[in-house]
């Protein structure tokens, strides 16, 4: 048997809405009967276990008259109904005697059970209800049932008093996939508050490449030029240069001249002195000049080799090519810039944090965020560096995190709405991070009180950790939050229509 289910139970028309635990009696007040010829009043109890929701609709139970009760089961693994299995309920008197047993084999509808017990006495009944199903095998128990002697001894449903809040009922909740609720808890987190900030590209992950000398852009080598967003590699060729002559041009192919003479004195030097056709001293000086006029070449723009005297322009870092500023036998000056390269595997957010909120972060202050144009929440521990002055113009602090981006959906220049954790813990109830929804700008979730019922919660909000949101005002622990398809209860809250599909009672 599952221990601690947790009970709602209500009356609808003239009673009193009555909350206690499963162990407690669920007892109403009856007030005043009302006219003949009003309907009498039933009652609704929605109830979870770990394994199971019940909700559960019944009339006026009396002495000799076996209406039909609507079972609803929900299997809250998935959040499907219940497709088959059987259910028994026994019905056992406070006073002593025969309890009244009523066993369905299969559902009439896919979740919904529809036994109908006959009472043969009036009095306090406690229901015992069995599920054994495929999809579960519970034990729920419900107490204070009223069983009244006649008719007129029930309550009569009042005109006007329908049920209060928003209508989602249960054939809807099956029928939408990722609709999901769970209990609220109490806890603690730390204490958080918002601010916004920036993707920054992280330091020695970002490179400008400029033209080194004067030249002209090779009009053949752009096609093959890699393209904003294309990955690149360290030493990879970008682009070709023909230089200027009066800007390097001339120099680099007076060296590579000078080179080569430099070399063949050098292997003539070296033949002379290896017959003893010449003094050591002359291979010595030949060896000189051979070394500066390699330096002199190396000092000079390099040129790969087979290029025809065009001057490469190779990628400094790997990374990803954010901009291109080439255009086909277009005439540069010297730092003219060509590429910009950027490595996203690991990114900086800088965070503007409000003066107000200054005092309150520290090295060990994590940061939860997000980005324009997402839902996807990233966080990082990793504070790089804390601001000691404040920006007198827009009263806020820098502060710089490093945030892993291995599959570089965070983008370089990105606005971000960051939630940045204090070093305080605070109380309060805790929910899901997907329950909490934005309505202008305010934090809203929606609570589950019955089965078919939902009521929407503004909420004061005090930190976030990881999935779970810490509440401060709006949500009592034990209550049941919508934490999936809450923007489907949303639209039915903006709804005066009946589904199509009806109710299946």
């Known amino acids: 048997m599952i221990m601690g289910p947790h009970l709602a139970l209500s009356r609808s028309g003239p009673l009193m809405v009555c909350f206690a635990a499963a162990s407690l009696s669920l007892g109403c007040e009856k007030s005043d009967e009302g006219t003949a010829a009003a309907e009498r009043a039933g009652g609704a109890i929605t109830l979870w276990t770990d394994s199971t929701e019940l909700f559960m609709e019944h009339p006026a139970l009396i002495v000799g008259a076996p209406d039909k009760f609507a079972i609803h089961l929900t299997d809250v693994t998935d959040f499907a109904p219940l497709r088959s299995g059987r259910i028994t309920l026994r019905f056992i008197p406070r006073g002593g005697g025969e309890p ?55 309550p009569k449903e009042e005109e006007g008093q329908g049920e209060a809040g928003i209508s989602f009922l249960k054939e809807q909740q099956w029928k939408t996939p990722e609709f999901r609720t769970a209990f609220a808890t109490s806890g603690e987190l730390f204490a958080s508050f918002e601010a916004t900030g920036v993707i920054e590209a992280a330091a020695g992950r970002q490179a400008e490449v400029t033209a080194p000398i004067a030249g002209l852009v090779d009009a053949s080598s752009v096609a093959r030029s890699p393209a904003p967003g294309q990955k690149v590699q360290r030493g990879d060729v970008l682009g070709y240069i023909i230089p200027s002559l009066g800007e390097g041009g001339s120099a680099y192919a007076e060296a590579r001249a000078n080179l080569r003479e430099a070399q063949n004195e050098y292997a003539r030097a070296k ?111 990793a504070v790089l560096s804390m601001g000691s002055v404040i920006d007198p113009a827009s009263r806020t602090l820098p502060v710089i995190y490093q945030v892993p981006n291995a599959d570089g959906s965070i983008k370089v220049g990105a606005n971000a709405r960051a939630q940045i954790q204090s070093g305080n813990r605070i109380s309060g109830v805790l929910i899901p991070a997907s329950a909490v929804l934005d309505e202008d700008g305010r934090p809203i979730a929606y609570v589950q009180p019955e089965g078919e019922t939902f009521e929407k919660r503004q909420l004061r909000v005090g930190g976030q950790q990881g999935d779970r949101i810490l509440v401060l005002d709006g949500i009592k622990p034990g209550e049941r939050v919508v934490t999936g398809a809450a923007y489907q209860v949303r639209l039915a809250s903006l709804s005066t229509s009946v589904p199509a599909e009806g109710h299946a009672h």
């Open 271 to 381: 033949r002379l002195v290896d017959a003893d056709a010449a003094p050591r001293r002359r291979l010595n000086e030949a060896e000189n000049r051979l070394q500066a006029a390699r330096e002199t070449l190396a000092g000079l723009p390099e040129r790969s080799a087979g290029s025809g005297g065009r001057l490469p322009i190779r990628s400094p870092i790997s990374g990803e090519v954010a901009s291109r500023s080439i255009v086909p036998g277009s005439r540069l000056d010297a730092g003219a810039p060509l590429f910009s390269i950027v490595d996203p595997s690991i990114v900086w957010l800088r965070v503007n944090v409000p003066a107000a909120q200054s005092s309150m972060i520290g090295p060990r202050s994590g940061v939860g965020f997000r980005v324009e144009g997402s839902e996807r929440r990233y966080e990082s521990a």
């Open 100 to 154: 009244v047993v009523v066993t369905q084999e299969t559902p009439r509808a896919p979740g919904i059970y529809g036994p109908s017990p006959e009472f043969k006495r009036a009095g306090i009944y406690d229901l015992a209800l069995m599920v054994e199903s495929p999809q579960a095998r519970d034990s729920l128990f419900i107490s204070g049932l009223r069983v009244y002697a006649t008719a007129a001894e029930a």
